[in-house]
């Protein structure tokens, strides 16, 4: 089955630095990517779709100076927090699509960010 | 928009049980229907995946259905174990990406 890699898996980072997250889709290529957030006890809230070469779209309420994603190729996404706050400390999970018929979302094994 | 739903919120059973976990999305115009589970701490797990034109589909004790037109799923465990102890999350696919219900966590007591 198709593999999504995230990296960091875990990240501890002082408030007001920036963290990058990548996203890999490691045997096929990923038109679209997606990035989910999850709160202790929540459900993954959709952040922002990239699709490879454009810039990505954000779901209302999400910051996109403070959340900068960039799909540089058909493997790759990051997802950079910048000016990280306590209340960004999340669980961030990404996932990928190859575009096929079946419209199958395959996810990574997500980040868990702290920020102190 | 889509909005999914999952009932109960929690459920806690004792070991060996038949059980059913529901989910119910407000816009029947889907692709697929996934059913993940979630380990505290950890990442997703898919379990099954429905496309539209399914009504159900099975992985060993685990069976899914689908009632498109009734926007609703059941996700059906067979002879539960403490293992399957976990969330389970439903998630929908349309004209947009995946939306997830707020999940059902599972306790199953040995």
């Known amino acids: 089955g198709a593999v999504v890699s995230q990296h960091p898996s875990w990240v501890i980072c002082k408030s007001g630095t920036s963290v990058k997250i990548e996203c890999r889709s490691l045997?096929?290529?990923?038109?679209?990517m997606f990035w989910y957030r999850q709160f202790p006890k929540q459900s993954l809230m959709l952040m922002a779709t990239s699709n490879e070469g454009s810039k990505a779209t954000y779901e209302q309420g999400v910051e996109k100076d403070k959340f900068l994603i960039n799909h540089a190729s058909l493997t790759l996404s990051t997802l950079t927090v910048t000016s990280a706050h306590p209340e960004d400390s999340s669980f961030y999970i990404c996932?990928?699509?190859?575009?096929?018929?079946?419209?199958?979302?395959?996810f990574g094994p997500g980040t868990r960010l702290t920020v102190t | 928009k889509q909005e999914v739903t999952q009932i109960p919120a929690a459920l806690s059973v004792p070991e060996g049980e038949n059980l059913v976990l529901n989910c119910s999305f407000t816009d029947s115009a889907i692709y697929n229907l996934q059913w993940f589970r979630q380990d505290p701490g950890k990442g997703l797990t898919s379990l099954l995946l429905i496309q539209s034109s399914q009504r159900e589909q099975t992985s060993g004790r685990l069976n899914a259905s689908l009632d498109k037109s009734s926007g609703r799923s059941t996700l059906y465990i067979a002879a539960s174990q403490p293992g399957d102890s976990a969330t389970y999350l439903c998630a929908v696919k349309g004209n947009t990406p995946l939306v997830f219900g707020k999940g059902t966590r599972l306790s199953v007591i040995a």
């Open positions: 996932s990928a699509t190859t575009g096929a018929s079946s419209y199958e979302q395959y």
């Open positions: 045997d096929f290529q990923a038109t679209t």
